[in-house]
């Protein structure tokens, strides 16, 4: 009697097992009883393209931030890349890419690679402001995380 209890409790636990394995797997309908609704949802978040860089493109111009040696820099934005054009005392080169990988997260917000003064690329955010300003903050410490910009 306890050799059949064993394997039934054996038999009850593999089929467990089977089960929710089977329930956790994305492509499986049981993920979730609403899959059409989490395709859309995921398809949705995965559709950035309705907002684009146009905002972004030109000229801008560094006037504020906590590294005054940058102020007077010139940036030209083509396309997802922002070049140095003017470095003025900055220490970079022109022709340097200052921003590059730029992808609009909404109509106001961005998120790039900054290029810091050690030449090293840091993870940074821009807020385009209605009033033509690029705040831009990188995700780092130190002179320069802390920028301020407007069109040329």
């Known amino acids: 009697m306890k050799t059949i209890?064993?394997?039934?409790?054996?038999?009850?636990?593999?089929?467990?097992?089977?089960?929710?394995?089977a329930a956790c797997t994305e492509d499986n309908p049981l993920f979730d009883p609403y899959q059409s609704n989490y395709q859309n949802n995921n398809?949705?978040?995965?559709?950035?393209?309705?907002?684009?860089?146009?905002?972004?493109q030109?000229?801008?111009?560094?006037v504020g931030g906590n590294n005054p040696n940058n102020e007077g820099m010139i940036v030209e934005v083509t396309d997802n890349e922002g070049e140095i054009i003017d470095a003025v005392?900055?220490?970079?080169?022109?022709?340097?890419?200052?921003?590059?990988?730029?992808?609009?997260?909404?109509e106001?917000?961005?998120?790039?690679?900054e290029l810091g003064?050690?030449?090293?690329?840091?993870?940074?955010?821009?807020?385009?402001g209605i009033d033509d300003t690029l705040r831009v903050s990188v995700g780092s410490s130190g002179a320069g995380n802390i920028q301020?910009?407007?069109?040329?």
């Open 5 to 21: 209890q064993k394997f039934s409790k054996s038999v009850f636990l593999l089929m467990f097992l089977i089960l929710f394995t």
């Open 43 to 56: 398809n949705n978040n995965n559709n950035n393209n309705n907002y684009n860089l146009d905002g972004l």
């Open 58 to 62: 030109g000229s801008w111009i560094r």
């Open 89 to 106: 005392t900055s220490g970079f080169q022109v022709g340097d890419r200052k921003w590059k990988n730029i992808e609009a997260t909404d």
């Open 108 to 113: 106001e917000n961005y998120t790039h690679e």
């Open 117 to 128: 003064s050690d030449l090293n690329y840091y993870f940074a955010t821009m807020e385009f």
């Open 148 to 152: 301020k910009w407007v069109r040329e």
